[in-house]
């Protein structure tokens, strides 16, 4: 008989996920994430203060808070996911906290765009997200979710 492999691989173990390094894991990513969210959130709630400052607020900085918000939202619903043993959320969880680093970088090196302010809160925002990328890219958690 031929054996194929389902196009699907098998669940993540429940007795995986409660491992308490998963748990520690998991629930460290969670904190950051939601720390991210909470961040953007309030950055966005300052953009709306300062509206009628021109020099703080432009359109660019319109746009890139929208769009923190919203992938901060995505990265913390992955990260939910992804303790409950998703592993498409999982991967987007990898592929967002590294992607959003490399935006942030971008934007604070980008001369002249963004005012003081918004950079100074891109960069705490990259250095919790780097700190989620290394959990989720770390071994305990990359061999959870390897395909068996």
Same mark, same amino acid.
């Not at 990265?75 to 967002?96: F, H, K, P």
């Given at each position: +008989? *031929?054996?194929? =492999? &389902? ?5 993540? %173990?429940?007795? &995986?996920? *409660?491992?308490? @390094?998963?748990?520690? !894991?998991? /629930? ?11 961040? %953007? ?9 300062? @509206? ?5 607020? *432009?359109? $660019?900085?319109?746009? =890139? ?15 939910? @996911? $992804?303790? @409950?043993? &998703? /592993?498409?959320?999982? /991967? /987007?969880? =990898?592929?967002?906290?590294? !992607? +959003?680093?490399? $935006? ?11 005012? +003081?302010? +918004? ?14 990328? $290394?959990?989720? *890219?770390?071994?305990?958690? =990359?061999?959870?979710? !390897?395909?068996?």
């Amino acid at each position: +008989m *031929n054996a194929t =492999r &389902s196009p699907h691989p098998a669940a993540v %173990s429940e007795q &995986s996920l *409660n491992h308490p @390094r998963s748990l520690t !894991a998991f /629930r460290s990513t969670k904190l950051l994430v939601g720390g991210y969210l909470a961040i %953007s959130v309030l950055t966005l709630g300052v953009i709306v203060l300062l @509206r009628d400052d021109t020099a703080e607020v *432009n359109a $660019a900085v319109w746009v =890139r808070g929208s769009i923190v918000v919203v992938s901060a939202l995505v990265t913390y619903l992955c990260a939910v @996911r $992804a303790a @409950r043993g &998703s /592993r498409s959320a999982y /991967r /987007r969880l =990898r592929i967002i906290s590294g !992607a +959003m680093v490399v $935006a942030i970088a971008v934007i604070i090196a980008l001369p002249g765009t963004f005012p +003081m302010w +918004m950079k100074a809160e891109q960069a705490v925002c990259g250095l919790v997200l780097i700190a989620v990328a $290394a959990i989720v *890219n770390g071994k305990h958690l =990359r061999s959870l979710f !390897a395909a068996q």
